[in-house]
Each structure stands twice: as structure tokens, then as C-alpha cells.
């Protein structure tokens, strides 16, 4: 069964968003097995939208459609789908009373410009917004269903998932099955270069590649005669990638790497400090962004004046003198300081270069040294120098951080570790 | 003068790839002084293709498309081309012997299958590919230009500054001005009210919004019969608008909110300590990923655990007992442990509930108390209850602290500060 998507906004036609929320729904609606055949995208136009969807409705069974539901005055989705039924629109009571109870939750009142997010093309068929205030909304144009959602991606993921789906899930052709795994620690040719020739060994799957830097997603998705076969070969190929890449698969779609090194310290009963400089916090972030990191995180210093690596973690300052803030014997003097002051069972620390500026010829920008001061009392430094801007740098620290602790934590053959970097 | 973009992959209505492609020609062309109406994305299929390249060539006076030009079998852009115009396919030996060099320059023996990539509809402008083996090309349908391009980001975004942007130039209409600000402390629809009215009394202004939770940028594009007029609309404009929110603005697009706090910080002087607990880290982060942060932060502890409160700020134990660790007295305990240890100037500490456990009755999930010691030794507390999820609590969090740094620095009438929480 064919279907479309329709994504609406004049920040999206100027390049200002890279629209993100159509590739999203584009690998949901491919996992329902219908056959996406365009992803349209118009300016925030009453007549360009109304011809878009009566184009996309008169040749797609589905069409799904994000954005311009919002309180603004060039927010005219609503009123262009109206005009494209040659309905009127109404205000729906109910809506209303939750988007007034939505904003008194947040001490605001209900302006005629929030109201206007309770008027729906008469005889709509509306979906509530539990974490918005635009409630979105569906209506039938010919043979074609077309389902209208708000183009900020947590409340548009969040409906769809909820609501859309459950309501065009029928019309899906149901002969597809889709796994997806997270991977850390190789560049994307690479990870081709390992699954070259499962697609010919398991006819039917397609693999697809996404990365999300660091990170690289790998998704089989097989097609067959009937949904079980389509999941049995899924299942096989699956097993096959998981062989191949071994330990650099980390996890599903929804596990987050931070995630699964919180659970393997959780599983082992470890406590954790660390001691951050030029991630500058951001190790703590990712693990405490996490639900339930009390469990197991007691202190992340970020010491990131010397000054502060010798008064907080007693750091000898001679130590910082002679060899440098960015050197192997301080980052052990980190982790080791901040185990102690803690009482942690293990402690991280990361000390190094993020740049713009501060790379010299010995410790060019991107430099980082990485110790990993153990339950059993030894410290071990790691001495490595990233590629990429500050934020990069930064974020593949951090990982490279997290991996040393998720290796501690599930000891893997040396020739899985990490070759970014 | 319109324009439209078209991509073309299967790859990009499954949603394997996010299309960043597309809104990088859409800001090129923006900036270029085209208005951009819609960017279309179809599968490898040459009758969705022809109808897609005649629609929008029929509509706009140049269409860009990227995609389909490799040498697989699944690359039919060409073709489909030469179907739309009615004219044959013509093997260009130029072009030939170029891949025949570049391939050979790799080490490889020119195919058949790579022969194809020299093969062009009749009459086309053949664009040279000096980064990869795909030439582009460029026909005129009806009254449109429309130009074809590899999908390959990097061959892509050279060939269009190379080749297609010359081509183009002389079509774009140059009599728009735009100016973007970005805002923190009110909702969408807030900032939407205090704007209204701006387009009635700018003639030819529209005024555009975008949410970056917990941001909203705020655009102003002006129209007018020339560049300079313009230019001038909208620098008036953007002066009423600034004018009407005050200090909500922080400053312009390419600005962040902890890059703005960390200028003020560093125009007065002052050295800062963080003591985190409930966003983890997140304020460290946000004011580190910029550079040059190590002129003013000298320590964030992210002090999680309670023990780890008492051990690095000193907090007597039975302060944290009594008021427990999500209260007024532990977050000031906190700013002034911060303080002292570091030798800061200004302390920022903050304690409280991310959830989605550990809420109460007294202190749902949500309740932060930001606590902020200040130069003149003075200490103060704020409480509040963020709404959302974990994340979203962190978020909100963060930003409020950074606010109170920000109104330390700058000074603003207390009618100014934050509406959001």
C-alpha cells in the first residue's frame, strides 16, 4: 500500500531545519510495510498546501502530514485542509478545555491564540496532544486517509506512535520485518565493509546504515511472502550482523550508550565518580540524563581550572607544573582523587585538548588522555587524540570515557575495542 | 523568483538517509534571493520522477535535483529525464574519457556500468565532476532551468557552488533581507502576541518563529522592491521587535545562551563555580561546548550522591538530613561550598527532582531550588517546578541557572525575567 508524507514550513523550505521528523517517519511507516513513495515539503502557504494534498491524496492510500498546527499567525495547516474538504472549521470544546488545563499547569491563561489550536476541519477525527498544546487531527479526502500532527518531533513521534499508527496499521501491507541495533566504535565503511554480502545470503533483507555521530544504526529489513517468513529471515540476517560485529553492537534502537553502561555498573554493584577537564561535564550528561544514575554515579568533578584539579581532588600542583594538566600523570591523579574523595568503587577521569585553541605540537588539539582508576586499585591511562571540532572531540572523549568503563564492566577479546579515533 | 529542489532515492523515502542535502541547497538558494516553495523527495522511479520534474518545472523558473546519477541499476535519473524532455540519451566522450582517468587514477578499469555516467539527454549542459565520477547537467523545461546533481553531499555542494550557482545567479530575484534573534523565557505564543501587528505595520516583513526547546528563534523576512529597501524594512522592523521583547532576546542567530552568559561573564571579570545535582553535569556542558570557557569556569561538582555533597562542598551531613538534599538551605549550602573551595567570584548551585522518580507532595518531580552565592558575598534561593520529562526538566533547569548569571552580569527590569516554569 502506497503512502506519502507531507511536511509543512517555511523554516523548512528556506533550509533553516533539516527536516528530520520525514526520514523518521519515513523508516516508521516503511516498518508498517507500506511503500513510501515521496516526502513532499511546502512553505507555510494556504494554496500550495492545499494543492499538495490534493495532489499526494489522489495517488497514496495514506498520506501523513507534520507542522503549521502551532498558535502563530503563519501556523495554516488547519485552515487550508478546511478549504481543501470545503468544510468549515469548528472549535472542538474538548480540546479546548485540555489546552486550558494545559497551560494552567504551567500558571499561564488561555489566549484567542491558543484557542485557535481547538479548530478542526468539521467532522475531523482529532488526536489529543498529551505533551503539546496542538491537539492534531484526521480527515478522509477520496480513498485517501490524511493525518495531521504537529511538526515538533517529540510531540509528532509521540502521536504517531500512539495514535496514527493504530489507526493505519490495518491498511499496511503486513509482509515486512525490521530489526535495528546501535553500534559503537567503528566508522561507517567499516561497518559496510563487515555486513558486505548478508543482503545476497538472505534474499529479501535490505541492510540500511544510519549514523548518529558517534554512533552508526544498522537496520535489516526484510521483505517476504508473508509476515512469520518476513520475521524469520529478519531474525537470521540479524543474528548474522550481530556476529560479525560483535561487541560493537551495544544495544537496540532505543537503548542509549550512557544507558547501557549504567546498567552494566548497576549489574556489577560498582559506585562511580569521575573527574572530567575538557568534556567539561558532559560525561556526567550522558549518563545522568538516564533515569536512576543515583544508583550507581556519586560525584562527577569538573575540574576544570588547575586551581580546581589540586583543591578538590588534591592533585600535587607540582604534578600540574612539571608534566602539564593534559598529561598521562594527572589524568591517573585525577581518577585516583576523585575515587578517593568520593569513596567510590571506580573512577573516570578525562584531561585534555578540545580546542579551538590550546594544541601545541606534542599535544595537538584533540589530544586526551583517559584514566580508569578500578575497584581492585589499579589505574590505567590511555593516552589517544581525536579527530573533528570541540564539540566532537568533546563528545568522542566522552565515549571513549563510557567505553572503558562498559569494557571494566563486561570484559570483551581485545580486537573488539574501539578504532575511532 | 521561485524555485523548487528535487531528491531522488529510494534510500531517502524509506528514510535510510535524513535529507540534509535538500536543506542545504534551500538556505544556498534562500541566501541566492530565490524564494524557495517546495522541496519534493521520490523514490528510484522514472514515472514518479518524470511527473515530480514536470510539476515543478512548471511551477518554478529553476528546479535543483540531487540523486540517481550513479552507475547501478537503481540510478534512472538520467534517463527519466530524457523521457520527460522526448529526447534520446547521447554518450558525451568527454566525459567519458574524465571517469575513464579518474577511475584509473584509483586503480580501476572503466566498465560498461560506469560508462553510463557519461551518457546525457540531448543537449544538455554537461557539468564536470571533479570530485567524483558523476557529471551533473542542466536542461531547460518550458521555462524552467533545472539542474541534476549527484547525491553525494560533498560532490553535490561543490558542483552547485562551482557550476550551478553561476548559471543561476542572474534568476534570482535580490530584494530580500532577513534578520534572525533568538529568545529564552517565553513560550511561543507569548512572543507571537507581543508581535503582533508587526506585519500590518512593516509592509512586505513576515515574521517567522522556531521552536529550540526552550528557545524560540524569532525571524524577520522583508520584501521589497529592491535589496537596500529591503534591507531597511527589516532593519526597522527587527528594531520594534527587539524593542517589544526587551531582554528576552540574547542575542542573534549563530549566538548560544550559554555562550552569552559566559561574554558577560567574561566583560566583568568574574571567575564561577557550578555545584550541579539534579541536571547532572548539563550546565557544565552547555557553557564548556563553547570555546574559551576556561577563562571564567574554574570547578563544576556535580555532587549526586548526598555523601558526595558533604565530602566535596562541606555540607554538614545533618543540614542535608534535616531539610533534605532538595531544599532551599542544601542548594545555598551548596553555592557557598562551591565558592569557597574554588575561590570563585559567583557560585551557581543547583538541587532538585529530574524524575520520573523521587517526586513527593511537597517536592514533585520537577521542584528545583537554584541557589546563586555572589561576589559581594550576598547568597540567594530560588524555587521553582519545571514541567516535561527528565530531560526536558534538566533543560529548563540549566537555562534558569544560566539566567540568573546572565541577570548578574546584565541587570534587567525584574518584569523581564523569565515567564517560563
Known sequence: MTC???????????????????????????ALGFEVVELDTVDDDRSRI??????????????????????????????????????????DEVSLELIRRRLEKFGRTMTETNAKQADFPEGADILPNPVGTAPGFGVRIGECMAYFMPGVPREMTKMFLDQVTPRIRALASNNLH????????????????????????????????????????VKVLARAASHSAAREVCERATAEVRA?????????????FAGVVGRALRAKGWTLA??????????GHMLTREPGASDF?????????????ARVLGIDEDTIRWHGAVSSEV???????????????????????????????????GTVFLA????????????????????????????????????????????????IG
Chains 1, 2 share one sequence.
Not at 560479525?244 to 542509549?256: I, Q, T
Open 372 to 419: 580508569l582508576a578500578r575497584p581492585d586499585g589499579t589505574t590505567d591511562v590511555k593516552h589517544r587524540v581525536f579527530p573533528g571540532e570541540r564539540l566532537q572531540i568533546q563528545t568522542l572523549a566522552s565515549y571513549a570515557g563510557l567505553q572503558l568503563l562498559r569494557e571494566l564492566c563486561t570484559p570483551r577479546p581485545a580486537e573488539r575495542t574501539s578504532e
Open 4 to 30: 506519502a508524507v507531507l511536511s509543512i514550513g517555511t523554516e523548512l523550505t528556506r533550509g533553516e531545519l533539516v527536516n528530520s521528523n520525514a526520514a523518521w517517519l519515513a523508516t516508521e511507516l516503511t
Open 274 to 283: 569521575i573527574a572530567e577537564s575538557c568534556t567539561g561535564g558532559l560525561v
Open 178 to 217: 525490521q530489526s535495528r541495533m546501535r553500534t559503537f566504535g567503528l566508522p561507517e565503511s567499516v561497518v559496510g565493509e563487515k555486513l558486505a554480502g548478508i543482503e545476497q545470503d538472505f534474499p529479501g533483507t535490505t541492510i540500511g546504515y544510519r549514523a548518529h555521530f558517534p554512533e552508526i544504526e
Open 50 to 91: 492545499v494543492a499538495a494534498l490534493e495532489r499526494l491524496a489522489s495517488g497514496a492510500r495514506v498520506v501523513v502530514c507534520t507542522g503549521g498546527l502551532g498558535p502563530t499567525t503563519d501556523d495554516v495547516t488547519t485552515e487550508a485542509v478546511a478549504n481543501a474538504l470545503g468544510v468549515r472549521l469548528a472549535r
Open 331 to 365: 589524568a591517573a591523579a585525577m581518577a585516583v582523587g576523585a575515587k578517593r574523595i568520593s569513596g567510590a568503587d571506580v573512577a573516570l577521569a578525562l584531561t585534555g585538548v578540545a580546542g579551538p585553541s590550546g594544541g601545541g605540537e606534542q599535544k595537538p588539539v
Open 297 to 309: 554515579l556519586l560525584l562527577d568533578a569538573v575540574t576544570y581550572a588547575n586551581s580546581a584539579k
Open 244 to 256: 560479525r560485529l560483535g561487541g560493537y553492537v551495544f544495544g537496540d534502537a532505543d537503548d542509549s
